[in-house]
């Protein structure tokens, strides 16, 4: 027989720090606790729920006394969802977890102090996600179809309304796309929405597992008609996806960089930075600190659909752009030629596999942007050498695999790390969006 694990009653203790993700920490009978929801200084009410080794999570039950840095959540969701962790805590005390995250990374396993601190890169903290995956079920128990995000701590679908993070008009939808999806024959067989909210337009993409019938073909259609949306479907993968509504499509989806002149084309599926603003920042002081001149050739890579190539080839001699992806480089290419810019050329290359003998990686590269995944760009900075250039402008999406690399190359490569800062993309989660600058 199992032994009956024994359910541990409800404590109270002072939070003294917090994790990277901006759970509370608090120290009882000599071991860690996380307490989701809490922050430093509080003292809270908790009940462990699970034990680990090294520590011990906990539910947050009640805040005794509560930070000056705890606001009201704007979201009657929060705390169920699991699109947010942070909208109990203030704009500045978010910004400052992040900053720690990046700071003790960068110490902790990069051993890298940079020269100088940026100032946070921040933005719109409500409406700026326009690209986002909604999850669908139809459930029973609740006579209807939920929309919207996982929940926090369970697979189920969080029962919301709306959701405060989401860009207009997506934000405000969910209950008429509950509807709308609730009056379908193949509500069954439709699992997810995706969101793309470009400049010109927004679009639904509705992840079909059976044909809709024309029944249902109507509804969506009228649906797209009634708000001004672009409705795709998906039957299998990426190359599947089709428009519906309307008949056909006048242009594509785009946002555009105006202090480039530069307008980006991009896939209602595709990626891009799901914070426009942002991204629009991110790119000026991307291009800033690289600062390239008429006679510099730069290498960009992970470069997706040109979003750094070709603001940066507005200011450059060349750009090469390279990443993984053919789709991406196909992108990017035409994106190249949409603007007329024709002195940046696209490649595809897997750059987990470079070893340094590549000829486009040796071909006399004066400066260098690289903005990979949470993966990091560790088979690159071991090949730096063979780039070999001055400057290298890092953003990064995951603050320990940038310090591991920013390790290689300051503690082995000979560069100086500059600078570094946060990007704060998405506010009120604990991602942590960054850059950092290298020199010789």
């Known amino acids: 027989m199992a032994r009956r694990q024994r359910r541990r009653e409800p404590e109270t203790a002072k939070i003294d720090s917090a994790t990277h993700d901006g759970r509370g920490i608090a120290a009882t009978d000599g071991k860690k606790v996380f307490v989701a929801g809490a922050l430093p200084g509080e003292l809270v009410r908790f009940q462990r729920r699970k034990s680990r080794r090294n520590f011990d999570e906990a539910e947050l039950l009640e805040v005794i006394e509560a930070s000056p840095e705890r606001i009201d959540p704007r979201c009657a969701a929060y705390g169920r969802c699991g699109g947010c962790s942070l909208q ?8 400052q977890i992040k900053e720690q995250a990046l ?5 902790r396993i990069g051993q890298v102090a940079p020269t100088e601190w940026f100032e946070p890169m921040t933005g719109p903290a409500w409406n700026y996600r326009r690209r986002a995956r909604l999850a669908v079920k139809d459930v029973f128990a609740k ?14 679908i969080t029962d919301m309304h709306r959701c405060e993070v989401l860009a207009e008009p997506i934000d405000s939808m969910l209950d008429e796309l509950s509807e709308l999806i609730g009056g379908l024959s193949i509500r069954a067989r439709l699992p997810q929405v995706e969101v793309a909210v470009a ?11 059976d044909p809709p019938g024309d029944d249902d073909i109507e509804r969506l259609s009228a649906f797209g008609s009634a708000h001004n949306l672009r409705i795709y479907l998906q039957p299998g993968g990426l190359d599947s996806v089709s428009l519906l509504y309307p008949d056909s499509e006048q242009e594509p989806l785009y946002y555009d960089l ?12 595709g ?3 799901v914070n426009s603003e942002i991204n629009r920042r991110m790119v000026h002081r991307a291009v800033e600190l690289l600062d390239p001149g008429p006679g510099d050739r730069v290498l960009d890579l992970y470069c997706g659909i040109g979003n750094f190539s070709l603001p940066i080839a507005r200011r450059a001699a060349a750009v090469l752009g390279v990443e993984g992806e053919a789709m991406l480089v196909e992108a990017a290419a035409a994106n190249a030629s949409l603007n007329g810019i024709e002195n940046a050329a696209f490649r595809r290359a897997d750059l987990s596999k470079v070893d340094g003998s590549e000829a486009w990686l040796r071909d006399g590269w004066d400066l260098l ?3 990979p995944a949470r993966s990091g760009a560790q088979e690159i900075v071991q090949h730096i050498d063979a780039i070999g250039p001055r400057g290298i402008v890092y953003v990064s999406c995951h603050p320990g695999t940038l310090a591991r690399d920013a390790g290689v190359l300051v503690n082995e490569k000979g ?3 500059d600078a570094a800062g946060i990007i704060d993309m998405f506010p009120h989660t604990a991602h942590v969006e960054s850059v950092a600058v290298f020199s010789k």
Do not use: T
């Open 88 to 95: 109990h805590v203030s704009d500045a005390q978010q910004r």
């Open 103 to 107: 700071r003790d990374n960068l110490e």
């Open 143 to 156: 006579g209807r179809v939920l929309v919207g995000f996982r929940e926090r701590h369970a697979p189920y």
């Open 199 to 209: 400049d010109n337009a927004a679009a639904l993409v509705f992840r079909v597992l």
């Open 258 to 269: 105006p202090e480039f002149d530069v307008r980006i084309a991009f896939d209602a599926v």
């Open 271 to 273: 990626f891009v930075q």
């Open 369 to 371: 942007l690289l903005d």
């Open 415 to 417: 560069y100086r790390c």
